[in-house]
Structure formats: C-alpha cells, structure tokens
C-alpha cells in the first residue's frame, strides 16, 4: 500500500526546536555508532602521518601540499558514509516515511546530517592542522589557514549532495559497496594523495570530472600552490554538480516515499 507523503505545518516560532533536536539527535546517533565514527574521523590524519609526514620527513613543501589535499579527503568520507549509507537505512526502515508525516520542518532531516557532515570535516581539519603545525612544519598566514578550514568544511554540500544519492536510490546492504567503489578511488584519481603529475598524463585529463579534484584545486589556491583554473570556476562547476545531484536525489527520494 503506498503512503502518502504529508508535512506537517510548522510555525516560524517552532521550526527552530525541530532544527535543533533533529541535530542534536544526529549527533547522538554518530555518538552512538563509534564503529563509524572513529575511522571516519582519524582515518585522514593516519593516512597524513604516514604519507604526508613520516615519508616526506624535513620536506615542508610536500606536508604543506599534502596537508590541503587532506584537509579535502576527510571531508568525503563522513559526507558520503553520513547520506549515502546512513539515509539508504533510514529509508529502508521507513524512518523518511514516518517523518514526512511527523509535525517537523521538510528541511530538518538533511540539514541534521549536513551539520553533523560539516562538523566532522572542521574536526578533522583542527586535528590535520595541529599535526601539520607541529609535525610538518607548515606555516602559514591566519587567513590562509581560515580559507583552507572553510574550503574543508564547505567542500561537504557537494560529497553530500553525491551522498544523497546513493542513499535515495541504493538498498542499505548495497550502499556501503557503493559508498567505497566511490571514495577511495576518486580520491586517489582526484591528486588528493599525491600530484597527479606523478601519475599517468590521461588520469589528470579526467580528473576535471571529479568534485573532490575541484575542491583539491581551491584547497591548493588557498595554500597558494600551483594549481589550474580560477576559482569562480571551481566553484560554478561545484554548484552546478550539487544541484544537479539534489535534484537526482529528489526524485528518487519521492519515489521511495
């Protein structure tokens, strides 16, 4: 039988609350499941200790550069794993069904798991920077370091718009699958481990094609490395791509309610 998606009117004097419980509880429920938690949170400054720092020990350069591109890399997994896996359950429990008809704001579930996205990205950047600091030698102007900590954060609307996806479309025990043959690779494809000059010439052809790569380019413009393309259009293209992927997501979202 199918179910009628109805929302509930909020008043503007109400919808505050909803906002903030919605988030409060993303955050318990991240809280609650340290199996997701943990790796997503220091499974980017691992991998920046090891290849960033320990391999290129006493090259400042090398930390400075890899220390931007990681700052973008530990955005993607708590994007992608927070809506890719965590909607596709949700949804195939008929969680999305039950708050539809719940008396909350349309927008309180999505903006929760951007919140708690955005807020795992800026914890991971905080713990990236300390190391950088202290470990690799990097030194950079207070404006740079903000720009970077807002590319880093920012860069979760569009992995989660990609996220969303997945999640709208994918079962729960296929989402996972979908979320790694994604993450992993288009990080590696996308210069965030290392240049891609070290790399095959047609891998940095194709990399335009990846959000991460773009989001890697104004990562690197704020760190003031060598770089291509502007950043308006950087950031057009990014736009573009997260709108098209919301309205992805949307229709496979009302067809699942």
């Given at each position: ?5 109805i929302?509930a ?7 505050l ?11 318990l ?27 290129n ?22 994007s ?63 404006a740079?370091?903000?720009?970077l ?15 969303l ?42 990399a ?9 380019q ?31 997501a ?5 067809r699942?309610?």
């Amino acid at each position: 039988m199918n179910t009628i998606a109805i929302s509930a009117p909020a008043s503007a004097g109400g919808s505050l609350p909803a906002y903030l419980l919605e988030a409060k509880y993303e955050f318990l429920r991240l809280l609650r499941t340290p199996s997701f938690a943990v790796p997503t949170l220091m499974f980017p400054p691992l991998f920046f200790l090891l290849f960033g720092l320990l391999l290129n020990h006493g090259n400042a350069g090398a930390a400075q550069y890899l220390f931007a591109t990681y700052s973008v890399f530990g955005v993607i997994a708590p994007s992608l794993f927070g809506f890719g896996v965590a909607v596709a359950i949700e949804r195939e429990k008929g969680w999305l069904t039950l708050k539809r008809v719940a008396p909350m704001p349309p927008g309180a579930y999505l903006l929760a798991k951007l919140v708690m996205a955005m807020t795992c990205a800026a914890i991971i950047y905080l713990i990236l920077a300390a190391m950088a600091y202290t470990l690799g030698g990097v030194r950079l102007p207070l404006a740079q370091w903000l720009a970077l900590g807002a590319v880093s954060v920012g860069g979760a609307l569009p992995m989660c718009a990609l996220g969303l996806i997945i999640g709208s479309r994918a079962n729960a025990s296929a989402a996972p699958a979908f979320v790694n043959l994604i993450y992993l690779p288009m990080s590696f494809l996308s210069g965030l481990w290392m240049p891609l000059s070290m790399l095959p010439h047609f891998l940095a052809q194709v990399a335009p094609l990846w959000p991460a790569w773009h989001l890697g380019q104004l990562a690197l413009m704020t760190t003031g490395q060598a770089t291509t393309g502007s950043i308006g259009g950087h950031l057009l293209w990014l736009a573009a791509f997260t709108a098209i992927c919301f309205a992805i997501a949307r229709r496979g979202l009302a067809r699942a309610g």
